[in-house]
T-cell receptor, first 115, second 115 residues
Framework: DTAVSQTPKYLVTQMGNDKSIKCEQN?????MYWYKQDSKKFLKIMFS???????INETVPNRFSPKSPDKAHLNLHINSLELGDSAVYFC??????????????FGPGTRLTVL | AQSVTQLDSQVPVFEEAPVELRCNYS??????LFWYVQYPNQGLQLLLK??????LVESINGFEAEFNKSQTSFHLRKPSVHISDTAEYFC?????????????FGSGTQLTVLP
């Protein structure tokens, strides 16, 4: 049983296109996140949602828009893709305010390549 | 704001030798500390974590890390590594409260185990 899943695993597209990445978790968590991992493997948080509400919104271009239809899903839509958007995007989830320290569990990642 | 420094970007070591991956953090509030491992072309897996209590924490595959508050460190160690331990290792610190708790990653250490 996959805990945090993402689709697609690979995404190759042209500059200027609009694309979406989907994330689902079946852990019953109330908080979900999107991270970007660049070519040097540096991981940086982009967004977090708690119970469908935006909690963390780091300095990310407004071409990136997260959408959370329910607390088990957090999708990432990217408009007008640019070469610099090429990266691996990870979704994660956690249960806020528990004795487990809000441990985050990660999806397998989506490798986005913009040509 | 918190930050994490992983002092070594690459650590080559021979099979069955001991290894230490260094991690230092800074934070103005109490923190939770994590080590994640990323195998090639895969997502991040939680290796171990420190939330409270005993400062020495262990993983199921022989890694251990010790929380040292005075030195603000959380170094990862293994007494005898295997080829299969080759991966990227990320130290992370979680600070904040409730749903605003944020995970900040170090830049990663590539552990390469040589035969």
């Amino acid at each position: 049983d996959t805990a945090v899943s993402q689709t697609p695993k690979y995404l190759v597209t042209q500059m200027g296109n609009d694309k979406s990445i989907k994330c689902e978790q079946n852990l019953g968590h109330d908080t979900m996140y999107w991270y970007k991992q660049d070519s040097k493997k540096f991981l940086k948080i982009m967004f977090s949602y708690n119970n469908k509400e935006l909690i963390i919104n780091e300095t990310v271009p407004n071409r990136f828009s997260p959408k959370s239809p329910d607390k088990a899903h957090l999708n990432l839509h990217i408009n007008s893709l640019e070469l610099g958007d090429s990266a691996v995007y990870f979704c994660a989830s956690s249960q806020a305010g528990t004795s487990k320290g809000d441990t985050q569990y990660f999806g397998p990642g989506t490798r986005l390549t913009v040509l | 704001a918190q930050s994490v420094t992983q002092l070594d970007s690459q650590v080559p070591v021979f099979e069955e030798a001991p290894v230490e991956l260094r991690c230092n953090y800074s934070s103005s509030v109490s923190v939770y500390l994590f080590w994640y491992v990323q195998y090639p072309n895969q997502g991040l897996q939680l290796l171990l974590k420190y939330l409270s209590g005993s400062t020495l924490v262990e993983s199921i595959n022989g890694f251990e890390a010790e929380f040292n508050k005075s030195q603000t460190s959380f170094h990862l160690r293994k007494p005898s590594v295997h080829i299969s331990d080759t991966a990227e290792y990320f130290c992370a610190v979680s600070a904040g409260s409730g749903s605003a708790r944020q995970l900040t990653f170090g830049s990663g250490t590539q552990l390469t185990v040589l035969p």
